[in-house]
């Protein structure tokens, strides 16, 4: 029996001229990418990435690479940033102990600042701004704390929106085109 053997093919020639050799230098120069440098790209963390599972095009692997070879306005405007679910398998996984969720952060805070968030993004550290949480509450929600005895869910709204204010994050402007 012959299997069709899959190649992934980029849809667009890519040329050296346009890397950015800084880009790696300025990834690393946060203290939660130092790990970069120890991936020596065994797929370790793709292979376990459920997010892979559904999107075969987003790879924490292929990110990794893309960083060191300088694909700046690749990575940081990929939607693919985005779309890590948290669970920490890439780390977990990982022979090398690279920290590949601690990098990704350092990716969407150098894409945000560079206007790549999406608006989602945005208006969640919106209705954190406002109310001190990260999604909107009910009418019903507030009525049963209340009933409860419990606190009002907006208690610390004032000090987050100043840690938000010192972070410049409330200055961000959403990307344009969706992701």
């Known amino acids: 029996m012959n299997k069709a053997k899959k190649t992934f093919k980029f ?8 890397f950015d050799y800084g880009f790696k230098s300025d990834v690393l120069a946060h203290p939660d990418a130092q790990g970069l440098n120890a991936c020596f790209s065994c797929g370790t963390c793709s292979a376990g990435c459920p997010i892979h599972e559904i999107f075969p095009d ?17 990575v940081l405007s990929s939607s693919y ?57 009910e009418d019903s929600w507030v009525k049963k704390r209340k009933a ?13 929106r100043r840690i938000i204010g010192k972070t410049g994050i409330d200055k961000i402007k959403p990307r344009i085109s969706s992701v």
């Not at 849809?11 to 346009?18: N, P, Q």
């Not at 409860?148 to 987050?160: E, F, P, Q, T, W």
Request: hydrophobic share 40%; with cysteine; proline share 3%.
């Open 58 to 74: 987003y790879s924490p692997k292929k990110l990794a690479k893309m960083v060191r070879l300088g694909m700046r306005k690749e």
């Open 11 to 18: 849809k667009e020639t890519i040329s050296t001229l346009e």
């Open 81 to 137: 940033i985005w779309y890590c679910a948290t669970c920490h398998n890439c780390e977990q996984r990982c022979p090398q102990n690279v920290k590949f969720f601690s990098i990704l952060n350092v990716l969407k805070n150098m894409a945000a600042k560079k206007g790549y968030a999406p608006a989602v993004w945005i208006e969640q550290t919106k209705q954190v701004m406002e109310t001190g949480i990260v999604f909107a509450t």
């Open 148 to 160: 409860l005895s419990l606190r009002s869910l907006k208690v610390y709204a004032d000090k987050i």
